[in-house]
C-alpha cells in the first residue's frame, strides 16, 4: 500500500517556474516506477511524465519535453516535477501515481495509486 500527497501547487504567470512534490508512504515507494498525469476542467487524465524506480529512464508527454523535469528521491521517498517555461495551457490539476515494477509508461490505468492532486494555474 502506499499513500501519495502532492504539494507545491499554485498561481504563476506566463513563463514562471513550479516545483511540485510527492510525498510518498510505505516501503514500495523504492520498488514502484512514478509518474505525474495532470486533468483541465473539461478534458481526460493525460501523461506528463514518469521515472522508473531506479531513477534510469524517465519519459515525458511532447507537450512538456525540455520544459519539465521529474526527479525521485528514494532516501526522502518523493518525486518531484520541476516546471519551468510554464504556460497557461499548463493550467491543471496534476496527479502523482505509482506503479509497482521497475517502468511505468504513459497509460493511466496501469497504475496503482494515486494522490488527490495539487491545482496548477498560469496566468497570461
Known amino acids: 500500500q502506499v499513500q501519495l500527497v502532492e504539494s507545491g501547487g499554485g498561481l504563476v504567470q506566463a513563463g514562471g517556474s513550479l516545483r511540485l512534490s510527492c510525498a510518498a508512504s510505505?516501503?514500495?515507494?523504492?520498488?514502484?516506477?512514478m509518474a505525474w498525469f495532470r486533468q483541465a476542467p473539461g478534458k481526460e487524465r493525460e501523461f506528463v511524465a514518469t521515472?522508473?524506480?531506479?531513477?534510469?529512464?524517465?519519459l515525458y508527454a511532447d507537450s512538456v519535453k525540455g520544459r519539465f523535469t521529474i526527479s525521485r528521491d528514494n532516501a526522502e521517498n518523493t518525486v518531484y516535477l520541476q516546471m519551468n517555461s510554464l504556460k497557461p495551457e499548463d493550467t491543471a490539476v496534476y496527479y502523482c501515481?505509482?506503479?509497482?515494477?521497475?517502468?511505468?509508461?504513459?497509460?493511466?490505468?496501469?497504475?496503482?495509486?494515486w494522490g488527490q492532486g495539487t491545482q496548477v494555474t498560469v496566468s497570461s
Open positions: 510505505g516501503r514500495t515507494f523504492s520498488s514502484s516506477a
Open positions: 501515481a505509482a506503479k509497482y515494477g521497475r517502468y511505468g509508461g504513459s497509460y493511466y490505468a496501469d497504475y496503482d495509486y
Open positions: 521515472i522508473s524506480r531506479s531513477s534510469g529512464s524517465t
